[in-house]
């Protein structure tokens, strides 16, 4: 299975279109799951900065030759060719998210071949960049108290070193997600497992009382990117 995230800055009236569709995978080739989401940048405020015109979509696949079908052929990849997206193969899940089906982590523990020749980013799964996205149905009366701790965590990240790409991505008013790529495995733990830091309070008020109905933490090795993206920030 492939996962794909794709970022891109169009004009405000094809955000809302991309907004508004909807990908089923009876409709499209290979494809398991995917939801279009509204990108913001991260920061330390407790609301978002919003912007209007920048468009998100998150996919999962059942191998790169679907994928390589939706990006040549599908209505709704036109508008985020200009854009930015990354190729990604799932290592590790905490928590779960159903409509991703089953991830075949066991893959990454047999010394199998990686799917695809790499593209700007190492192939090495253990020592190589890493991504991670984070996937949420969020309980709304939860709302408030998860965005307290999204922006602690988020001021933390964006201080961190060896973090490449961060955003926000969300489809009001349940699905919240971020996404974020890390120049290796050893910065992004590094974060997470700061001491006092916003991703442990985060995790650590979620574990007491939970501000998802669903969650999921999902750690990729990218190995395919394609385009170029904001700082972490912006």
Do not use: C, K
């Not at 907004?19 to 609301?47: E, K, N, Q």
Request: proline share 9%.
């Amino acid at each position: 299975m492939v996962t794909s995230v794709h970022l891109a800055d169009v004009q405000p009236s094809t955000a809302l279109r991309l907004f508004r569709s909807h990908l089923s995978p009876g409709d499209v080739p290979g494809l398991r799951y995917g939801i279009a989401v509204t990108a913001a940048p991260l920061g330390a405020h407790l609301l978002p900065t919003p912007r209007p015109g920048r468009a998100g979509l998150i996919a999962a696949w059942d191998d790169d030759t679907a994928l390589d079908g939706f990006l040549t052929s599908h209505p709704m990849a036109e508008p985020l060719a200009g854009g930015y997206h990354v190729r990604l193969e799932p290592i590790r899940i905490v928590g779960a998210r159903p409509e991703l089906g089953e991830l075949p982590l066991t893959a990454t523990r047999n010394g199998g071949d990686v799917p695809r020749a790499t593209n700007s980013i190492g192939s090495n799964r253990e020592h190589g960049p890493a991504a991670v996205l984070t996937l949420g149905r969020l309980r709304l009366l939860r709302g408030a108290a998860f965005l307290r701790a999204s922006a602690r965590a988020e001021r933390d990240v964006l201080r961190s070193p060896g973090l490449r790409l961060a955003t926000g991505l969300a489809r009001p008013p349940r699905i919240v997600a971020t996404f974020s790529l890390w120049n290796d495995i050893a910065a992004m733990r590094a974060y997470v497992e700061q001491n006092d830091g916003g991703h442990r309070h985060a995790m650590t008020a979620h574990t007491a009382r939970p501000f998802h109905h669903q969650s999921a933490f999902i750690r990729f090795r990218p190995y395919d990117e394609t385009g170029t993206w904001h700082p972490p920030g912006t």
